[in-house]
Each structure stands twice: as structure tokens, then as C-alpha cells.
């Protein structure tokens, strides 16, 4: 036909067999459905391959002059544009022609966003390795915890939270040295010293803020001093688990390199954050506890 001549098209006798191809073949450029299929119909197929593949730009045919379908349709399938019954060969082409070009749009932006907010945390963590290289070693050991701890959760969508990890000291550049050593170390601090080291999350937070696509990372960071039970800073009403959970994961891997940096053993480390277990959400205390398991065998010989 001639529309085979000028696209790469595969057709579907139903919307389930649609979506199997879209599961099979991977993202297409446009997907366009009928709204009246036996059995799912069109608004059911494009809020599925919504969900199924996001980028996808789709379109619907309908013959039905129903207000709702084409609310329906709207609302949550996201429809680019509707083409009536009968529909003539050219309009159909010119209408993919512009589905494509809006895919090729959606899909640059994207690229481009990406590769903006990856070359914005790496910028930041180079200027925190070259300004301060034992942080940077920390944020690095921090990231490995939370790939431990994520995976002892079952969390599958995990970059924000190494993430948070990586730039959860970057705010540290604005503190004095010496009082961060003697942090991170974990020396006796008074508690005006322990508030103004607390500074380094708003620091990192309003730092990070502004940057498109870290709003989440910077909320988390902003949080990462903040106890479970709802003491700590910044000193407002949020607790629990209306903490954000980069902020409750950081909490718990922060301590505990502070403390093992004072010379205890990682098994000791573990017994004093158990003993303060109201500042941390037990459920990671628990996830992390359990990434040690086997390491602290005690053997007994005669």
C-alpha cells in the first residue's frame, strides 16, 4: 500500500495482540487504535501502552461522536490526535508523519535532559573529589550501602538514591575544615558544633535545587540530618516516613561510617546505632544490618 511504502508499519488484530508486539519489539515511534475492538477497546489499548511505553505518540480512529470517548480519551490515554472514520490515505500519512516528528521531539528532549542532569552530578563530583578527596571516597562508600541496602529493600529504581549518596556531602565545601574532619571522624563535637555542621545539607539542598531533574536529590539531601522520630535538622514538624527515603537511607550509612572512622569495629558499630534505633527508620536499619549477615561468625577453637 501506500502507506507501507513511505513507514516501517506492523498492524494488530486486537489490543492485546498490540500490546504483546509492543512488549516483543520494543518502543515504536506511534501507535494508532481503533476506539470500537472486540473485547479492549481503544482508550483501554492507549492507557496501557502509555504505561507500557511511554514515549510512544498515540492516536486513535473513531467514528463515534461521544463527547466522553473523546474525554476519556484524553484524560488517560493522552491522546496526540484522533482521525474520524473513513479516514483518506493522505490524511493518515500526513498524521504519522507528524507523530513521528513529535516522537523525535519527546525523544531528543529527553537525550538531552539526561545527558544535562548525568553531566551536572559528575561536574559536582569532581569539584567535591578534587576539593576534599576523602569525602569524595566516603560519598563513593556511601553509594555502595545504598546498592546493598536497595537490594535488601527489592528497590528496583535505584539512581536517585546513589545519587543522593554521591552529593549527600557536596554542601561540605562550605564548611570549615577542620570541623568537618573532626566529624567525619567522630570526635566529641559540642552542640553548636554538631548545628553547624548540620549546615552542610541545607548548603547541598539549595545548591542542588535549582538544577532541573534534582528537585528529589536535593529534598533527600536537605533531610539527610533529620532523625526518624522527628528530631534533628532542620528542625520542622516532618518525621518518619514523610522523610524522604534518600534522606533516611543516608542517615543510617552516614552514622555508621562516622562511628566505624572512630576506630570501632563494624560489629560494635552496628550494636551503637541498634542502641539510638529511634533516629533511623527500622525498616533500612533492619535492610542494612542484614547486608552484614555472616560476616561476624565467631569461631571457637579447643
Known amino acids: 500500500s501506500t502507506l507501507r511504502s513511505k513507514f516501517d508499519l506492523d498492524t494488530a488484530a486486537g489490543g492485546e495482540e498490540a500490546l504483546g508486539m509492543l512488549t516483543a519489539n ?24 502509555k504505561l507500557q511505553s511511554p514515549d510512544t505518540v498515540r492516536m486513535m480512529f473513531t467514528g463515534n461522536a461521544d463527547q466522553q470517548t473523546a474525554v476519556d480519551a484524553v484524560n488517560h490515554g493522552d491522546i496526540f490526535r484522533f482521525l474520524n472514520k473513513p479516514c483518506e490515505s493522505e490524511e493518515l500519512s500526513g498524521a504519522l508523519t507528524s507523530g513521528i516528528e513529535q516522537h523525535r521531539l519527546i525523544t531528543a528532549e529527553k537525550d538531552l535532559l539526561e545527558n544535562t542532569l548525568q553531566g551536572s552530578i559528575k561536574a559536582l563530583t569532581d569539584v567535591l573529589a578534587l576539593n576534599n578527596p576523602d569525602v569524595f571516597g566516603r560519598t563513593t562508600r556511601f553509594r555502595h550501602h545504598v546498592r546493598q541496602i536497595a537490594d535488601e529493600m527489592g528497590l528496583t529504581v535505584t539512581w536517585q538514591l546513589e545519587d543522593v549518596a554521591m552529593l549527600s556531602l557536596i554542601g561540605s565545601i562550605a564548611i570549615r575544615e577542620d570541623l568537618l574532619k573532626r566529624k567525619l571522624h567522630g570526635e566529641s563535637m559540642s552542640f553548636d558544633e554538631l548545628a553547624e555542621f548540620s549546615l552542610h545539607a541545607k548548603v547541598g539542598a539549595d545548591l542542588l535545587g535549582p538544577i532541573p531533574r534534582l528537585e528529589n536529590i536535593a529534598e533527600a539531601i536537605r533531610y539527610q540530618e533529620k532523625n526518624f522520630d522527628g528530631s534533628g535538622h532542620p528542625c520542622d514538624d516532618v518525621k518518619g516516613e514523610a522523610i524522604p527515603l534518600g534522606a533516611r537511607l543516608i542517615k543510617v550509612i552516614h552514622d555508621f561510617d562516622v562511628f566505624e572512622s572512630s576506630g570501632d569495629s563494624e560489629q560494635a558499630v552496628l550494636g551503637k546505632l541498634k542502641a539510638q534505633a529511634h533516629f533511623y527508620d527500622p525498616t533500612v536499619l533492619s535492610a542494612f544490618e542484614n547486608t552484614f549477615d555472616g560476616q561476624f561468625d565467631i569461631f571457637i577453637g579447643c
Open 26 to 49: 520494543g518502543t515504536y515511534a506511534v501507535i494508532v487504535s481503533d476506539m470500537r475492538m472486540t473485547g479492549m477497546d481503544g482508550v483501554e489499548l492507549l492507557v496501557q501502552a
